[in-house]
């Protein structure tokens, strides 16, 4: 019960600041087109940061390459009078993404059991089988140690 409440208080708070997701990344990065729009070159951040010029261009190459890390973000944010955000925002509400993948595990748990009961030669009942799937679906939801997402899909 605790976890669907902090699942719905995260979604609420997405959906207030979704905007984020929707600005662009700028073709030569964040790094060196603030950089430029405050008319700094990399000499003078690279002495703010106490780093020659060619390491604020590698951080600029590293940025546009997705292999800077999160420490010398904050720092060259600092220098650049920026204030440095990280956030993961999530394609669907966090409800929907387990209620999707629940619905991919229980599908193919119980499509599992079918195909071996008719190996078996035990008739499978559609009607059984649907009561079966929403009955799993429910305590793969409930379960908070579900192991839904190791599951081979």
Known sequence: MLNQLKIKQLDRRFKRKTFLSDIEVPREGWIREIRNALKMTDSQVSRKLSITPSAVKKFEKNELKGTINLNSLQKIADVLNCKFVYVLVPNDTLENIIDSQVEKV????????NHSML????????????????????????NPSSKIWSYEI
């Open 119 to 142: 190996l078996e030669s035990q008739e499978v009942n559609k009607k059984d089988s649907k009561v079966q799937l929403n009955n799993l679906k429910k305590e793969l939801k409930e």
């Open 106 to 113: 229980a599908t193919k748990m119980i499509n599992q059991i």
